[in-house]
C-alpha cells in the first residue's frame, strides 16, 4: 500500500515544480530588462506560444493512453531541462534577439510542462475511487497551482547572488532534475485496483498545501526580514528541500523492493501481501470503463463543457499574463494572491464536490464557479483606481481559474469513463487552453490596442485593461448560459441511461470495490 502511497506524492511533487505560469508572469519583466532591445510585442509573441505549448495536450494524452506514464513524463522533464536552458543561453548570448527563435524555445519550454500534467493528472484520475478523486485531483492541481509561490520564494533567494544572471537554467535544471526523480516514483495501479483518499496519504498532503499555502499569502502581505534575508521565503525553501528529500527516500525505497523495473514499468506489480491486504480489486460500480474516443466526441455536453473551459482559460491566462502590466499594484504581491487563490479553487471545489456529492454533482460546483468567474470580471472592471479591489478580482479569478482544472477530468471521467481518459481530456485541453489562449489573450491584446492602444502608454492603460474586463464578464456571462445547459443535457442522459432493474437482476449486477488504504483489509 505504501507503494501505491508513492504514486499519489510523486504526480503531487512532479506538478509542484511546473511553474510555468509564473515563470511567464516574470519574463513580463525580465525579457524587457534584458540586454536585447525586446519589444512589448515580442514579449507577447513568446509568451503567446509558451501558452500554445502549454496546452498543446492532445499528443501526449494519446502517448499516455497507448504507452503509460513512464514515457510521457520522461519526455515532459526533458523538454521542460532543454527549453529552459535554451533560452537561458540564448538571451545571455552576443547575438541579437532571435524573436523566432525565442518563440520556438518558448514553446519547447511550455510543452514540457503539459506533459508532466498529462503525466501526473491521468494517473492520479485513473488511480483513485470515484468518492475521492475530486480531492485527489484537487491536491495534485493545488500543487501546480502553489508552485508559483515555492519558486517566487527560490527566486528571491538567489537574487543578488551568482546564481541570478542564470535564473533561466536555475529553473530550468531544478525542475527537469525533480520532475525525473518523481517519474520513477509514478505508476498507475494495477488493473482492478484503486486507491482511496485515506490510503495515499492525502491528509498529510493537505496538511503540507496548507501550510505552503499560509506561508505564500504571509510572504504577501507581510514582510520579516533578518540580517537581509526574508524569513519567510527562507523557511518556504527549507520545507520545499525537505519535501524533496522525502521524496528522494520514496523513490530510494521504491529502487530497493522493485529493482530497475521502476524505470519503465508504467503500471505497479500487483503482489500479495503478508498481511492480505492487497488482492484483486474491483472497478467502482456505476464507471462507465469502455467509452470510446469516438463516442466523446459525438457528445454534445463534450462540447458544451469545452466551451466553457475555453472561457474559463481564456480568462484566466490573460490575467495571468496581464499581472506585470496591471496599473497600481506590486507584480510580486499580485503574482502571491493569484497563486493563492489558484490553490484555493483547485482544492476546495474538488475536496467538497466529493464530501456533497450526493446533493450537488461537479457540474453544478461548475456552474458555482463559472458565477464566480462573472463576478471576478465586475469586480476587476470596478476597481482599477483600487489596488485592494484588483487584488480581490486577481484571487477571485484564480480561484475560478483553478476550479476548472480540477472539476472537468473529474467530470469527463464519470462521463466518459477512464480507458480513453487521455484522448478524451487531451483534446479539450489542447482545444480548450490554446482556443483561450488565442482569442482571449493575444487576441483581446491585439483587439485592445487597435481600438483602445497603444496599450504601453500610461494614458491609455487603464482604457485597454477597461476594454479587456468588459469583454472577459460578457464572454463569462456567456459560458455561464452554455454550463447551465451542460447540466440540464447530462441530466437528460443519465435519466435515460438509468432504467430500474429488474429485481432478480439486481444481485447479479451488485459490484463491490475494495480499496488499499494504510493498514486496510
Known sequence: AFDHATSFWSALIMLSCTCTLFVVAQWTTHLRAWQHALSADDVVSIITFLDIGAFLAFIPGVLYDDLGCKIVGYVGALLS????????????????????????????????????????????????????RGRAVGLVMTTFGLSAGIYSSLIHIVEGTSIEPNLLGFLGISMGSISLVCVLGIAKMPPGHLLTAHGARATHALGLC?????????????????????????VMAVLYVLVLAFQAFLVVRLFLRRGWSIFFQHTMLEEASADGTAGALTAVSGEVDGSTFSEALRAVEYWLLLFVFLIGIGIGQNMVNSIGDIPGIDVATGVAIFAAGNAVGRFVPGYLSDLLFRHLDRMGFIIIATALLCVSQVVMLVSQQSPIGIYAGIFLTAAAFGSYWVLVPAVEAEWFGRLHFGKIHGLMLFLAGDGGVVALYKGLASFAESTRGPCDASSRVAGCFELKWLVCLALSGIAMLAAVAVRFKRGRVQRSESPCPHPSSMTTSLRTSVSIEDGGH
Not at 548570448?93 to 493528472?121: R, T
Open 81 to 132: 531541462l532543454g527549453g529552459y536552458v535554451c533560452m537561458d543561453q540564448l538571451l545571455k548570448s552576443d547575438a541579437g534577439a532571435n524573436v523566432p527563435l525565442l518563440c520556438f524555445v518558448g514553446f519547447v519550454i511550455g510543452h514540457g510542462s503539459i506533459w508532466l500534467v498529462v503525466c501526473a493528472l491521468n494517473t492520479v484520475t485513473n488511480n483513485f475511487e470515484k468518492q475521492d
Open 210 to 234: 496548507i501550510l505552503a499555502l499560509v506561508l505564500i499569502t504571509l510572504r504577501a502581505l507581510w514582510t520579516l526580514q533578518v540580517h537581509g534575508l526574508d524569513v519567510i521565503a527562507v
